[in-house]
Nanobody, 124 residues
């Protein structure tokens, strides 16, 4: 069992930056593949970025070159640095943990644990 708590969301203007954090407690953080997802009003939850237990990272095409996922296993914390934010980045951002060793890292259904989400709003 792992508990996830996101923080760092807010209201910003287009072009600004934000850094989201996800604090994890419970089982060994380093053994999980960790991901960030987001959900805009009226839309399905979508993949943003993932950091596998192997060290590999993955990004949605829409955020490549602007967002960076990182993790600090000593602090049990996952981060998402978001630069050059756009209005279409608006949504609730969720942190998620996958306890299994898999080839994939981008699918909502593979993640076992979810945080409560943090709102990111980007105005134009």
């Amino acid at each position: 069992q792992v508990q996830l708590v996101e923080s760092g969301g807010g209201l910003v203007q287009a072009g600004d930056s934000l850094r989201l954090s996800c604090a994890a407690s419970g089982r060994t953080f380093s053994s999980y593949t960790m991901g960030w997802f987001r959900q805009a009003p009226g839309k399905e939850r979508e993949f943003v970025a993932a950091f596998k237990r192997s060290g590999s990272t993955y990004y949605a095409d829409s955020v490549k070159g602007r967002f960076t996922i990182s993790r600090d296993n000593a602090k049990n914390t996952l981060y998402l640095q978001m630069n050059s934010l756009k209005p279409e980045d608006t949504g609730v951002y969720y942190c998620a943990a996958d306890s299994e060793r898999r080839h994939t890292a981008t699918m909502v259904e593979q993640y076992d644990y979810w945080g409560q989400g943090t709102q990111v709003t980007v105005s134009s």
